[in-house]
């Protein structure tokens, strides 16, 4: 998993709340490979293109200089629904790194937490004033610092977000939850051996 430290990058405003998991990568998509060309293309298919594959241009994502955002402000209960963790992968082939919510689903904000997206907590009415400046002037970048745990909007007026610990320490260090369990593994091979070593005993004729 790639590390988390600092992101700097283009914001893109997504008003509609209630945006769920199925809306972000549709049902019909969850199996398809990451990786294969078409992953790009998944987030927010129906909304961003026609039936022949054309984009829609009214789109938020489709419009310059959204196209190319890292980070994604919506508004409340972001990625609520089924489980699908093609919904983070569908955020990451797209180019985003952050999604900036009032609310998230809580599996979705665990998924993103394993993949290396930093889903951000802020208040209602502060998503709706960042939102509300990235309108007002596209291209606008924020400033996510995982370290001292803050968000700079466009104003330079700074966000403090709250992240569990232990996420936060994974995340700074590229550490998914496999990655996390192998540096334990030295104490695992320890206890391993003493298990073995104990059944090995225990087999033999008269030991009790």
């Known amino acids: 998993m790639e590390a988390f430290t600092t992101l700097t990058g283009i ?3 997504i008003d509609t709340p209630n945006v769920d998991t199925n809306q972000i990568c549709p049902t019909e998509f ?7 060309p078409f992953y790009p293309k998944i987030l927010f298919h129906y909304v961003r293109f026609n039936a022949d594959g054309s984009e829609i241009p009214d789109f938020i994502l489709n419009k ?10 919506a508004d409340r209960n972001w990625g609520g629904g089924s489980s699908r963790e093609s919904a983070v992968y569908a955020i990451m082939s797209f180019g985003a790194r952050a999604v900036v919510a009032s609310s ?14 930093l889903p951000v907590k802020l208040k209602q009415a502060e998503v709706v004033k960042l939102r509300e400046q990235l309108h007002e002037n596209p291209g606008a970048e924020l400033t996510i610092d995982l370290e001292y745990q803050t968000v700079r909007g466009p104003d330079n007026h700074v966000y403090s977000f709250d992240i569990n610990p232990v996420s936060k320490r994974c995340l700074l260090n590229g550490l998914d939850a496999i990655a996390r369990t192998q540096q334990f593994q030295s104490d695992i091979d320890s206890f391993k051996k003493k ?3 104990s059944a090995a005993f225990l087999s033999q004729p008269g030991a009790e």
């Not at 969850?30 to 294969?36: A, C, F, H, L, S």
């Not at 310059?64 to 402000?73: D, H, K, L, S, T």
Request: hydrophobic share 35%; net charge negative.
């Open 64 to 73: 310059e200089p959204f196209r190319n955002a890292q980070i994604i402000v």
């Open 195 to 197: 298990h073995q070593d």
């Open 11 to 13: 914001a893109a405003p």
């Open 104 to 117: 998230f689903g809580d599996i979705h904000y665990n998924n993103c937490l394993q993949n290396g997206v």
């Open 30 to 36: 969850n199996k398809v490979p990451v990786g294969d």
